[in-house]
Every structure is written in structure tokens, then in C-alpha cells.
């Protein structure tokens, strides 16, 4: 079992920028394998949408929407991951959501909410 705890989010004007971070923790007498962290979105009405993916070996990607304005990076030794938006738009308003895969199971965080004023 792994526990997301994620901070960052908040209220910005257009062009600013925000930090989210996540870290994820291991139940009481569990060991944790984490191979994919993300980052996920969903705005009012909309469906959930990937934002950002790390995988073990470093590898990142990104959709055209956010490429270029979005870094995901991620701490092994500390099991965290960071989304540093730059660039935002009121388009990027949503709850965001950090995402690991462990074991070859799914976790998501409780979500943050992310909201970009024009």
C-alpha cells in the first residue's frame, strides 16, 4: 500500500508559475516499487487527463499542451515527484493529480487544486 501526499497548489495569475510536489510513502510493514510517477488533471466537466509521466529509467513525457511550459522530475532516494509549471493559462485550471504505479498497482493522491486567473 503507498500513501501520496501532495502540496503546491494555489491560486496564480496567467504566466506565473507553480510547484506541485508528491510524496509517496509506504504503508506500516510494506515495501515499496515504484516505477511510474505522474501527473494528472481534471477539470469541471472534463474528463482526466495525463499531464506529465516519469518512468524509472528517467525517461519523461509530456502532451503537446503542456510540453515546453511543464518539468517533471522526481527524487528516487526521497520517493517524491516534482511538477514545476511554468508559462500557465487559465486552461490549465484543474485539480491536479500525482499518480504512482508500485508493485503494478495504481495509486493516486487526494488531488490539488490548481487555478490559473486571466
Known amino acids: 500500500q503507498v500513501q501520496l501526499v501532495e502540496s503546491g497548489g494555489g491560486l496564480v495569475q496567467a504566466g506565473g508559475s507553480l510547484r506541485l510536489s508528491c510524496a509517496a510513502s509506504a504503508a506500516s510493514g510494506s515495501i515499496m516499487s515504484i516505477t511510474t510517477m505522474a501527473w494528472y488533471r481534471q477539470a469541471p466537466g472534463k474528463q482526466r487527463e495525463l499531464v506529465a509521466t516519469?518512468?524509472?529509467?528517467?525517461?519523461?513525457n509530456y502532451p503537446d499542451f503542456v510540453k515546453g511550459r511543464f518539468t517533471i522530475s522526481r527524487d528516487n532516494a526521497k520517493n517524491t515527484v516534482i511538477l514545476q509549471m511554468n508559462s500557465l493559462k487559465p486552461e490549465d485550471t484543474a485539480v491536479y493529480y500525482c499518480y504512482v504505479r508500485s508493485w503494478g498497482n495504481d495509486y493516486w493522491g487526494q488531488g490539488t487544486q490548481v487555478t490559473v486567473s486571466s
Open positions: 516519469t518512468r524509472v529509467g528517467g525517461n519523461t
